[in-house]
């Protein structure tokens, strides 16, 4: 069974410094990873994806992730956090074939100007 | 884009009621979801459906049942809401041929059983 875990419930970070979101992933096959947000009252918002190649994959808003896969995690990055980003962060994985995505508990950013 | 729309933002229903939660993709897409999403539990996966007249269970059936009539449409049935059933319902599709692609999301129905 695949499964995803977020260790963190709340990152806090001020504007302009770097930002890092923690993920981790169980599959039994190669694993298709992938990040979304969700601004409030909204639904959730694709922002990148990791299936092949790099390992090292950058999405929409300036947000990038590095798959490790001796690690087996997926940590969700940016360079320089915008107050605008604050938001409920998702990770999620699914192994091959059309298994339905697993979603880890969600990662509340707050970026302080 | 993907349009995913799910008829009602919120929802108040009293307990024992059966509630019907829409959703409808405009891009003929074969894969379709239901997750509910609670406080620290993240999104849980109810049913899904790889295409018109299928459905599988996810991991928290209970008390929920879908009807896929029509490939565009799918629908979330609460047989008789309780209040632990109280939550964000969120609903997405994507086609099958591409599944290395993010799901579309609709905006999500939250659910109120009182």
């Known amino acids: 069974a695949q499964s995803v875990a977020q260790p963190e419930d709340q990152v806090n970070v001020a504007e302009g410094n770097p930002l890092t979101v923690k993920c981790t992933y169980s599959v039994s096959g190669n694993p298709y990873l992938f990040w979304y947000v969700q601004y409030p009252n909204r639904g959730l918002q694709f922002l990148l994806k990791?299936?092949?190649?790099?390992?090292l994959v950058k999405g929409s808003y300036g947000f990038e992730a590095e798959f490790n896969k001796s690690q087996t995690s997926f940590h969700l990055k940016k360079p320089s956090a915008l107050v605008s980003d604050s938001a409920l962060y998702f990770c999620?994985?699914?192994?091959?074939?059309?298994?339905?995505?697993?979603f880890g508990k969600g990662t509340r950013l707050s970026v302080i100007a | 884009d993907v349009k995913v729309t799910q008829s009602s933002r919120y929802l108040v229903k009293r307990t024992g009621e059966k509630v019907f939660l829409e959703c409808v993709q405009d891009?003929?897409?074969?894969?379709m979801f239901w997750y509910r999403q609670d406080p620290g539990l993240g999104l849980r996966l109810i049913y899904f459906?790889?295409?018109?007249?299928?459905?599988e269970k996810g991991d928290i059936p209970e008390g929920y049942s879908v009807s896929r009539e029509k490939k565009e449409r799918f629908s979330l049935i609460l047989e008789s809401a309780s209040t632990n059933q109280t939550s964000m319902y969120l609903c997405a599709s994507i086609a099958q041929g591409a599944l290395n692609y993010g799901y579309t999301f609709g905006s999500g129905t939250r659910l109120t059983v009182v």
């Open positions: 459906s790889y295409d018109v007249k299928m459905k």
């Open positions: 990791y299936i092949t190649g790099d390992n």
């Open positions: 999620a994985v699914r192994d091959g074939g059309n298994t339905p995505l697993v």
């Open positions: 891009m003929d897409h074969e894969n």
